[in-house]
């Protein structure tokens, strides 16, 4: 198996923390996880990583225009992620969800402004992409290593 390969996951813990602003520059630096957690997550993963990031922040400095945002994510392992980032809607501007009853099928109109998606490129090369609310964040990062998931 090639290093491209291979997937690595990446946990994002959301918990709010100081971040470091050099510029338009957003900074996360990866942590290591206590025994009781690193317990549970090997359990289920046979590599991960974990951040701490202010999601809700990190929506607001992205949102603010659509200029694009640099960003750094390093890793507890070192490994750096340094990319540009802007917001990209992957969805019509008349997007609905709909729910489906036993009664027949309901629509329900759905604020597009409550998740955010995102594209990027690393400065070494690859890509980014993000699908982020204030509670959760998807996405995948990858680059000539492999593919890294974000969940």
């Not at 338009?24 to 549970?40: C, I, M, T, V």
Request: glycine share 6%.
């Amino acid at each position: 198996m090639t290093p491209h390969e291979k997937n690595y996951f990446i946990n994002f813990y959301f918990f709010t923390i100081a971040q470091l602003f050099v510029g338009q520059n957003l900074r996360y630096d990866g942590f290591a996880p206590d025994e009781n957690k690193k317990k549970q997550l090997s359990e289920m993963l046979s590599e991960y990583d974990l951040i701490e990031m202010d999601l809700k922040q990190f929506n607001t400095n992205l949102s603010k225009d659509s200029k694009e945002r640099n960003i750094s994510i390093v890793l507890p392992s070192g490994k750096l992620f340094s990319f540009s980032l802007y917001k990209k809607d992957i969805r019509s501007g008349d997007y609905k969800s709909s729910i489906t009853s036993e009664s027949g099928r309901a629509e329900e109109a759905y604020d597009i402004n409550k998740t955010y998606t995102y594209r990027g490129s690393l400065t070494e090369g690859g890509f980014v992409r993000l699908t982020v609310k204030e509670d959760f964040i998807y996405g995948l990062i990858d680059d000539a290593s492999g593919s890294y998931i974000i969940d």
